[in-house]
């Protein structure tokens, strides 16, 4: 019974692109153990659409109690958050979700680190690369492949404090024609470990390549939640194995993930 | 003030639980909620064997509600008894087991693993929409619902709920079927059948096609049945759907239900559950209501 | 690019109409619509004298959507001759009238005196939850739904379309029995009946205690039977239950709708009905789709 | 095809007691034309509460493009109306119904005119006083009864400018106990002619009296409202003699009042 629904304060509200908004918000001690790769879920104060929202965690400042969201309009829900001014209130519940495993041998030096955004998957490896970064790992054994629509891209100058950053896009008109996995073939990455977050086919790739090259992944999956918590079963992906919560090969993202090793689950 | 119900026997401290399938086992709600404030909890659907349910999506919103198609995805009795029991014996509330099965074999199967366990009530799923087997097929059809809650009955220890479904042209004729059946109480409404389009993709929002929709959009439906099965039958009414805050639930109980059930509800606030239970003490004493009894069926 | 829709051989400009009762017949909406534009214009129920109507209060908000229990008030078919229908005759849209009656042959009554008049459909309501007599029970039981459609329609000069009822286990079933009666068409859903509760004055919000819902919170299960009934029968079908955008009409007419009547939501902004006009031809243009036939039913 | 649902911005909003909000609005061109009697139509932009809310208008200011209201909080649209603060907009349709008829007889020297606003009815009783004001008729031939629960009284001040104010309250804590019609006996106001909006149990008063002493008096009903333009036969009332619309005696409130004379109505 630690846990609450909580109302946290809109600091700051940009415009990143046309559809791409960044908030920043005062959330007090509610999530200030977040790590990279967890998300929260966000709801609307309309009534009407009573299912929550989730969205990674794109920074957290502990010290300041501040956390970053960065989300894409695409709907009615991500509509009203686009629309938050500083000083009013919206509800949360996180932070939810497992994020990535940084193991103390991947932190050992020299080991490369390559992290895969993907559209609106970029905003999670922006806290991850920071977090990198804190522990020590060198700038140049960071390296970030961002794959973007076209040239409108986002996030890129941050990405830079922290890490090595390669663009893609679907058109070509920024970096790379091509999504994230022709970028690491085309630039030449070689990754000791990969963390990916994107669309499905995105992942799939990510998948196909890890096992090909025989690198460690960890992926952040998607899919349509209610509860975010475990308890409803909307949100599961299919497993390698038998997992022991659904003795069905049906593991919870929202609980269990998002974030899986990539030869775990099924896509 | 008294707060505690009487549901076949079974005394509640107070008249709230959770709908079944949206609560899981209440492990994951335990970070949100004292489970021993609450009046029971009720598990989502157990089959003999485990179920794989629905492919994804699995669910969608719709306007003051959601649609879900889960399919009944569950572990299968055996890991229910060894991993879930447990973990709600710990806590001081009653439990009520949802039941689910394709046969009547499979009902019966559960029902009998269940009698040695620590389950106070079994809270017969007859009318998920969401599955091909079984589930609504009992529950749309008078004989077949009679029929299986006389064998059920037969086969239970603890006493029987049957769950009705709010499909169907006349709730109060399978109110009577099941009370004529030997059910001990009735919980009403389960998901209404629906369907949403992303017109964009010209493809449905979950992938059973179908889904069961909940929430507070379906709650006038759902006060209306329980006021009808009230007028129908003696037994002890569970109503749901669509009960998000104390009010909806005294809403329900002056329609004649006994208890309540909080369902889509939990996932717009996890900690709602509990603060239903402390609404509804806030009303009865700014109400001057002494006994929760008082005010039940009390619009005419 | 072609919105045109074809109804029992009335050609309605473009698929969009409003839900009978909840548009008067256009008078009132005229200051905010231009019903020109509309593809036709559906009219409140008419019986063959005036009816009184149940008690206020005949209304009641619930969530994304309301309860009404009108109960068919109506000035009578001899009035709504002399002054709607002339003044719709106006415009340059069609008229579907909309059909009450407490017996056969009140409905058979209705149905001759608008033989010669400028109606183009006639749409006959078995489905009002929220009347004593006829209204809904022609529409829960296939035998009586039969034999009034042989009925009405051997008595009509106009194509005759069924309003069908939700409140029902399986509305293929009904949906068949209005076709096998000669049904022209088909429109549905009606309310949903429900029932809401003041729980601080104990008593109930509409004074007939259940109303019909109706709005978003019941499209769902609106878009869920019109995809039933779609595939079930080769009549047209007028398609509604909880349309306020054009979004959510397109959404009737890919689960197999022909045409679609906007309701409640004229409540919550009376243009909208000529809003969702344009917004489906926004749609049409901006998906390349050349005639709204090619998205009917494009689901499966 | 003239009218259309618009949004008005809020200019200032004040908070007159405990659960009584005042709320100024910029409504351009649209409803310069409002009278005394007349409502507006408020939505909620939260879209799980889809039904207007008529609230009566209090005051109208042509040359500012101003309208005023002061609504009671007693549920949850007009909870959300009483959050909103200035520069927010609000959905309006409106001005709507009939509103009280000023002849020119009664606006001849010397014609004695009762306003009767009882709790939540005073509001369009001070555009009334206005009015009558603005017609001409001298202050002491406007007067005033404003009813209250208790000594928390609201607009009287605003009332004091164009009428004399007289005050009765439920429980006797401010001018005399009782109601307006107790009002006008135990303060012996003689009327030419009687207007009134208020709760159900004082407009029946009113009619009592008016019909006992012959005055012509004028009432504003309320009934639940769908259309609020007269389509829809939700807010119906009895008349004395069947009307041409209904053609059963169910007169709309929306459409054919809400003001009406007190003589042709059944309460
Ligand atoms: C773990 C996780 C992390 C995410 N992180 C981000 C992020 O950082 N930035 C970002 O822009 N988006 C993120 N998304 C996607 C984001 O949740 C959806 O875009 C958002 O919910 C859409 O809401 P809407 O109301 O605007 O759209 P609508 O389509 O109107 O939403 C209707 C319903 O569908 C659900 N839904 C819609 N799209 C998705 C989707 N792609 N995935 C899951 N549910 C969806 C909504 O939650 C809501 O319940 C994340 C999704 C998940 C599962
Ligand atoms: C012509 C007219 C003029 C009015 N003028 C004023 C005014 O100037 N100031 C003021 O405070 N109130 C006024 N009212 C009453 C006001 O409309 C209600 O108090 C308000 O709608 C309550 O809304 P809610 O969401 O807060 O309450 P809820 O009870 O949550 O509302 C639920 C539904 O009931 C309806 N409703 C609730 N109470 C009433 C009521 N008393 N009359 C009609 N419908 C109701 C609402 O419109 C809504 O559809 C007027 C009513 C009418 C009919
Ligand atoms: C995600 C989800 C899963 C459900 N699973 C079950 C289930 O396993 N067994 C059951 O009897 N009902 C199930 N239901 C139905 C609920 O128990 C309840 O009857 C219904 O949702 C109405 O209540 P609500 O509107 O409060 O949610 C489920 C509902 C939802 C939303
Ligand atoms: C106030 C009101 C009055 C109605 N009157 C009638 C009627 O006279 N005849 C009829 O067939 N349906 C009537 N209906 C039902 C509507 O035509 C429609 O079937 C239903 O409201 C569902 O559509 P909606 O959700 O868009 O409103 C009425 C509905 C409302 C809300
Ligand atoms: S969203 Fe409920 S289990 Fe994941
Ligand atoms: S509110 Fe619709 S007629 Fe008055």
């Known amino acids: 019974m630690s846990k609450s629904k909580f109302r946290a304060k809109v600091i700051e509200k940009l415009q ?42 794109c920074d957290v400042d502990r010290d300041k109690a501040e956390m970053r969201i960065v989300f894409r309009k695409v709907g009615k829900g991500t509509e ?18 497992n994020g990535y495993k940084l193991s103390d041998e991947s932190l050992a030096s020299g080991k490369v680190h390559v992290l895969l955004g993907g559209g609106i998957g970029i905003p999670p490896m922006l806290y991850l690369a920071k977090e990198l970064a804190k522990r020590g790992v060198a700038r140049e054994n960071i390296k970030t492949v961002l794959g973007f629509r076209d040239a409108t891209t986002f996030l890129t100058e941050e990405f830079e404090k922290y890490s090595e950053v390669y ?29 990916a977050c994107g669309p499905g086919p995105m992942l799939k790739g990510v998948k196909a390549y890890a096992a090909e090259k025989g690198i ?31 003795k069905v090969k049906n593991t919870r993202i929202c609980k269990d993930g998002p974030v899986f090793a990539a030869e775990e689950v099924e896509l | 003030m008294n707060t505690s119900v009487n549901i076949a026997g079974v005394i509640m401290k107070n008249p709230v639980t959770v709908a079944s399938g949206t609560f899981g086992s209440g492990m994951e709600f335990a970070d949100f909620v004292d489970l021993s404030k609450l009046g029971a909890v009720t598990t989502k659907g157990v089959a003999n064997v485990p179920w794989a349910g629905n492919p994804t999506p699995r669910i969608a919103e719709t306007p003051s509600g959601m649609m879900n198609a889960i399919g ?13 029991l447990p973990f709600l014996a710990e806590y001081d509330t009653k439990v ?18 269940l009698a040695d ?17 079984g589930g609504i097929a009992f529950g749309q059809d008078p004989k077949a619902l009679y029929d299986i809650t006389t064998k059920v009955k037969a086969a239970a220890k603890q006493p029987i709920i049957m769950k009705l479904s709010p499909n169907v042209t006349d709730i109060t004729e399978m109110a009577r079927a099941a009370e004529a059946g030997g059910a001990d109480a009735l919980s009403l409404i389960n998901t209404i059948t629906g369907m949403k389009i992303d017109i ?19 709650r006038p439906i759902a006060v209306r049945m329980v006021y009808q099965v009230a007028k129908a039958v003696k037994l002890p009414i569970i109503g749901m759907g669509g009960i998000a805050t104390a009010e909806d639930a005294i809403e329900f109980i002056m329609a004649g239900a006994t208890a309540v059930s909080v369902g889509t509800a939990n996932f717009r606030n996890p900690s709602v559950s509990q603060e239903i239970v402390k609404g509804i003490e806030d009303f009865m004493i700014s109400q001057g209501i002494e006994d929760i009894a008082d005010i039940r069926g009390c619009v005419d």
Not at chain 1, 170 to 189: H, L, M, Q, S, T
Not at chain 2, 200 to 209: G, H, I, W
Request: glycine residues 8%; charged residues 25%.
């Open chain 1, 16 to 57: 990143l692109t046309e559809d791409i908004f960044s908030i920043l918000l005062y959330v007090g001690d509610k999530i200030s153990e977040a790590v990279p790769g967890q998300f929260i879920d966000l709801y609307t104060d309309d009534n009407s659409y009573l299912l929550p929202r989730p969205i990674s965690i």
């Open chain 1, 80 to 97: 009203l958050f686009s629309r938050l001014q500083s000083g009013e209130e919206v509800d949360i519940v996180g932070p939810l979700g």
């Open chain 1, 167 to 195: 663009i893609t896009s679907d058109n070509g008109e920024a970096g790379i024609k091509g999504n994230v996995i022709d970028g690491i073939r085309e630039y030449k990455i070689n990754a000791d470990y990969l963390y």
């Open chain 1, 216 to 246: 460690p992944a960890q992926i952040s999956l998607e899919e349509r939640m209610a509860c975010g918590i475990g308890a409803c079963l909307a949100c599961v992906c299919k497993t390698k194995e038998i997992d022991d919560h659904s």
């Open chain 2, 72 to 84: 009944l995805q569950n572990p299968g009795i055996d890991t229910f008894i060894k991993r879930d």
């Open chain 2, 96 to 113: 009520i087991v949802n039941v689910c099965g394709k046969s009547t074999e499979d009902y019966v199967d559960v029902v009998e693993r």
């Open chain 2, 117 to 133: 366990t620590s389950a106070d009530l079994l809270e017969i799923n007859v009318s998920c929409p969401n599955v091909k087997e």
């Open chain 2, 200 to 218: 964009y993709r010209r493809r449905f929002a979950v992938a059973n096609k179908t889904g069961g929709v909940s929430g507070p959009a379906i």
